[in-house]
């Protein structure tokens, strides 16, 4: 089954102690992004890759890494996670600039 | 900047007609989405249109674009229970690089 997959689903954390949230899509794309979903605001883009490599600052890059070491995988690290950063976080693929996002189910993050 | 603009909450009865309404500022968008997530879910893709199109209708769907206002709605037909999520609006850049914007999201609330 085509698919995009966060792991952890729900974490609760507490400030300053890193972490990394995983994704992997078994579609082959060579696109994908993070997103942060808050109320009021919609989804906003934290990072994207365009390839292995190849990646890039959204509008809310601030205390985020990324990393595209294969084509899957794209995890979003917080290096020192603070309370502004509990969101609930989005991975998305897609075969092409323009096209489609396949998203992941999200992953909820809380920072105490 | 680039903004999508979409109103937060729409109520409407089962079995009459949705419409929800968004407005973005970047001309160049080649494509214009509309996404729908169900709560617990990530979201996924209802329908698109392409800058160049007024109009595209599947099934219950109809998207208008009208892009000398740059106002693009999306209209369910004999809304039913099982439509009641959250819809985004969206929008790709020309810009060369990987980057979706999406409005706020409207919530719709079907009555039984």
């Known amino acids: 089954e085509a698919q995009v997959t966060q792991n952890p689903r729900y974490l609760i954390t507490v400030t300053g102690k890193k972490l990394t949230v995983t994704c992997s899509q078994n579609m082959n794309h060579e696109y994908m992004s993070w997103y942060r979903q808050d109320p009021g605001l919609g989804l906003r883009q934290i990072y994207y890759?365009?390839?292995?490599?190849?990646?890039d600052k959204g509008d809310v890059p601030e205390g985020y890494k990324v990393s595209r070491k294969e084509k899957r995988n794209f995890p979003l690290i917080l290096e020192s996670p603070s309370p502004n950063q509990t969101s609930l976080y989005f991975c998305?693929?897609?075969?092409?600039?323009?096209?489609?996002?396949?998203f992941g189910e999200g992953s909820r993050l809380t920072v105490l | 900047g680039e903004d999508v603009e979409q109103s937060l909450f729409l109520s409407v009865r089962e079995g009459d007609s949705s419409v929800i309404n968004c407005t973005y500022t970047?001309?160049?968008?080649?494509?214009l989405y509309w996404y729908k997530q169900e709560p617990g879910a990530g979201l996924q893709l209802l329908t698109y249109?392409?800058?160049?199109?007024d109009m595209k209708q599947d099934q219950r769907l109809t998207v208008l674009l009208n892009k000398k206002d740059k106002h693009l709605s999306l209209r369910i037909a004999d809304t039913q229970t099982g439509d009641s999520a959250i819809y985004f609006c969206a929008e790709t850049l020309n810009t060369g690089g990987f980057k979706t914007i999406f409005g706020a999201g409207t919530r719709l609330f079907v009555k039984a």
């Open positions: 890759s365009m390839n292995v490599e190849v990646t």
């Open positions: 249109i392409f800058s160049n199109m």
């Open positions: 998305a693929s897609s075969p092409s600039r323009t096209g489609e996002l396949f």
């Open positions: 970047d001309s160049s968008s080649t494509y």
